[in-house]
């Protein structure tokens, strides 16, 4: 008789049968029923709703979105092909977002269908997709991304309600700096006879410096025998103006956000401190390091002891001898975050000298992401090639609604990123916004946290990027304590999936003033 472990390395198979072939919506018809609840009673795949399943981790706790929010767009794809074959598209409003890298779920996804059902269909975690049954857009209006059917940008923008300017500023500012020129745009808005879309279109475009296409509407629509009322539909200007040549949505969009956010940073970020004495400042990093190395990986999971600190701080941890230490998750991270911590130690003397923080954590970074996991890669653990930088596929940040952008747009990015670093004269806007921008993905400060620029690591790799930006300003090196885990990561998810930089600012502002008590 087979053992539990065999039955279940079967199912196991089967499961891995359907993934190799690019299933991510399993249909009950596809894996037999006995297989089907064994996958089911341990964790590896769940039931979105009746008949339908996607694959999930055992360790994924009761109630985890992870799974659901990682597999959405791919699940809705196969699941609304499946019902609708090629008779569906996405709405204009949906299709716009997805166009700019929207990619968190929304709480109901609109859908046309020549045979929908005019009636929702729950999903997990509070969302639904709702398929009307209405006509779709013409063939030339259409187009697939990444799977789904959806209307082409400049169909969308003919078609997008105009109240979507009023409530999605960022994100229809970029779409329109995405548009190569005005020729598909003025065809649809000219076929459908949508006048006064052309007027709000065009004071849109004008208002970004796209004079050229405002100009196309304007005219292509009065030659036509529209009347065309140019008007500017956004409630506040521009903070950018994107003449010239297209412009990637996720550097617009980084750029945008920036601007937006920083002024809340400042009106509730304390304000800098004078340059402090370089000596004393270098010791009192050395002297932060065990309770930050604590923190910070006890926050992302690891087991680490004082002893263990100790032991790696002091050079007693030797994997060549030792074999617990050259096969140890914990001592291999312990490790790597002392020889991490040193080069950090070392970007801070950098900037204490006059050099400016946001050029030296650009130089720097990638020296410290290598440290973290070059004993994982001596020990074996990991390839070589993974040392080699930012990451070359899609990641998920558990418990968080936000999904980090294509692999792709890091590559677009981050330089930008590491512009406006350097270009920020305010160093509270460099702490907070160059934490929550680069990590947010699994815990990082808030511009990583939004980029995620690696597979693992980014939480790590911002707080030490934080930390840069706070020696710039003059304040004692700042602990994010596991103690305050949830309000943290609580306070990124704020920012990241509502915009809203406060309790972020807030709380790092908490944790700078417990550090200088210290």
């Not at 981050?414 to 512009?419: D, H, T």
Request: hydrophobic share 40%; charged share 25%.
């Amino acid at each position: 008789m087979s053992t539990h472990a065999e039955r279940l390395a079967t199912s196991l198979e089967q499961l891995k049968a359907l993934q190799r072939q690019g299933v991510v919506a399993v249909r009950a018809r596809q894996i037999s029923r006995v297989h089907r609840e064994r996958l089911v009673r341990n964790g590896f795949l769940r039931e979105v709703f009746k008949g339908w399943y996607i694959s999930t981790r055992p360790e994924e706790t009761p109630g985890e979105s992870t799974a659901w929010y990682t597999a959405y767009w791919r699940f809705a794809a196969q699941y609304l092909e499946h019902r609708f074959g090629e008779r569906w598209c996405l709405g204009a409003e949906q299709s716009l977002l997805l166009h700019v890298g929207e990619r968190s779920p929304p709480p109901q996804l609109l859908v046309r269908a020549a045979t929908g059902s005019n009636k929702p269909t729950r999903w997990p975690h509070g969302t639904s997709v709702f398929d009307s049954r209405l006509a779709l857009p013409e063939a030339s209006q259409r187009t697939r991304l990444e799977g789904l059917r959806v209307y082409t940008l400049s169909a969308a923008l003919a078609h997008c309600p105009r109240a979507l300017f009023r409530d999605k500023p960022i994100e229809m500012r970029a779409a329109l700096a995405m548009l190569p020129d005005a020729t598909d745009l003025v065809r649809h808005v000219l076929d459908d006879g949508k006048s006064a879309a052309a007027g709000w279109l065009a004071g849109a475009f004008r208002s970004i410096g796209r004079a050229e296409i405002a100009e196309r509407l304007r005219d292509a629509g009065r030659s036509a025998g529209f009347t065309v009322r140019e008007e500017d539909p956004f409630v506040a200007p521009s903070p950018l103006r994107f003449a010239g040549r297209p412009v990637s949505p996720y550097v617009s969009r980084l750029q945008m956000q920036w601007r937006a956010l920083r002024t809340q940073v400042l009106e509730h970020f304390p304000a800098p401190l004078a340059r402090p004495d370089k000596a004393r400042y270098l010791q009192a990093v050395q002297d932060a390091y065990k309770a930050d190395a604590y923190h910070s990986l006890s926050i992302e999971g690891y087991q680490v002891s004082d002893a263990l600190i100790e032991r790696v701080r002091t050079g007693d941890w030797n994997p060549e001898r030792n074999e617990e230490d050259r096969r140890n998750r914990n001592a291999l991270a312990a490790r790597g975050y002392w020889q991490a911590f040193q080069r950090v130690a070392a970007s801070i003397e950098c900037v204490l000298e006059g050099a400016n923080a946001g050029e030296i954590a650009d130089r720097d970074h990638q020296s410290w992401y290598e440290e973290l996991f070059g004993p994982s890669v001596v020990a074996g653990i990991l390839k070589p090639g993974d040392l080699a930088g930012y990451r070359n596929g899609p990641v998920s940040i558990r418990r968080s609604l936000h999904v980090p952008p294509p692999h792709e747009a890091v590559r677009d990015m981050l330089p930008e990123f590491f512009a406006l670093l350097g270009a920020e004269p305010e160093p509270a806007v460099r702490v907070v916004l160059g934490h929550f921008f680069f990590v947010y993905a699994h815990l990082g400060h808030h511009l990583f946290v939004f980029i995620h620029p690696y597979f693992d690591g980014n939480g790590r790799v911002g707080r030490f990027l934080m930390n840069l930006m706070v020696a710039s300003g003059g304040w004692s090196w700042t602990l994010v304590t596991v103690q305050t885990r949830e309000a943290y990561m609580s306070a990124l998810e704020r920012a990241s999936v509502h915009h809203d930089i406060v309790p972020f600012t807030r709380y790092l502002a908490a944790r700078l003033e417990e550090s200088a008590r210290r």
